[in-house]
T-cell receptor, first 117, second 110 residues
Framework: DARVTQTPRHKVTEMGQEVTMRCQPI?????VFWYRQTMMQGLELLAY????????DSGMPKDRFSAEMPDATLATLKIQPSEPRDSAVYFC???????????????FGDGTRLSIL | LAKTTQPISMDSYEGQEVNITCSHN???????ITWYQQFPSQGPRFIIQ???TKVTNEVASLFIPADRKSSTLSLPRVSLSDTAVYYC???????????FGSGTRLQVQP
């Protein structure tokens, strides 16, 4: 059963440190999403890519967050410098879609639980 | 993006049918309706997707009226393992990614 793989599953670090979260999308999927989940805000869409190109990153704080897809098998989300308010669970999801057709249901990883002290 | 409104929580008992209704008054012509389920410490999991009328799979049914301004997820004969948060999403075509609302927390009692 194909799965979206996220690493690390848990990360605890101090404020000001750089954090890198990685995601391996399902083979053949051409769209990758990054979401953040907190108790207060729920699931927020941070950014998404289609065919490795960023389509929308308006949900992401630009001054400290960056998202990239170095290749089709790896997506990264970086925070530099990290702040306590960045503490959340970060989910990656992948799917398949085109400009014309419906985006097929997203498959989610189990998330990276990030704690910034 | 189309905004969705769902009940915050629902309670049920094992073996009952559960219907969760979602309102999406400003749904666009090309928007699809998708439902996800999320357990604690896990990512959301796709349940069902539809555009109009009725869709059924092995897990649930999705009822969409002709005006598409609402949709109802129907879970037949729920069990304790169906206790989870259920999200209704609208969109998903072209560049318009799916955006999650606040979800409905379903609690199934023995």
């Amino acid at each position: 059963d194909a799965r979206v793989t996220q690493t690390p599953r848990h990360k605890v670090t101090e404020m000001g440190q750089e954090v890198t979260m990685r995601c391996q999308p399902i083979l053949g999927h051409n769209t990758v999403f990054w979401y953040r989940q907190t108790m207060m805000q729920g699931l927020e869409l941070l950014a998404y890519f289609r065919n490795r190109a960023p389509l929308d990153d308006s949900g992401m704080p630009k001054d400290r967050f960056s998202a990239e897809m170095p290749d089709a098998t790896l997506a990264t989300l970086k925070i530099q410098p990290s702040e306590p308010r960045d503490s959340a669970v970060y989910f990656c999801a992948s799917g398949f879609g085109s400009e014309e057709g419906v985006l097929q249901p997203q498959h989610f990883g189990d998330g990276t639980r990030l704690s910034i002290l | 993006l189309a905004k969705t409104t769902q009940p915050i929580s629902m309670d049920s008992y094992e073996g009952q049918e559960v219907n969760i209704t979602c309102s999406h008054n400003n749904i666009a012509t090309n928007d699809y309706i998708t439902w996800y389920q999320q357990f604690p410490s896990q990512g959301p999991r796709f349940i069902i997707q539809g555009y109009k009328t009725k869709v059924t799979n092995e897990v649930a049914s999705l009822f969409i009226p002709a005006d598409r301004k609402s949709s109802t997820l129907s879970l037949p004969r729920v069990s304790l393992s169906d206790t989870a948060v259920y999200y209704c999403l609208v969109g998903g075509t072209g560049r318009r990614a799916l955006t999650f609302g606040s979800g409905t927390r379903l609690q199934v009692q023995p």
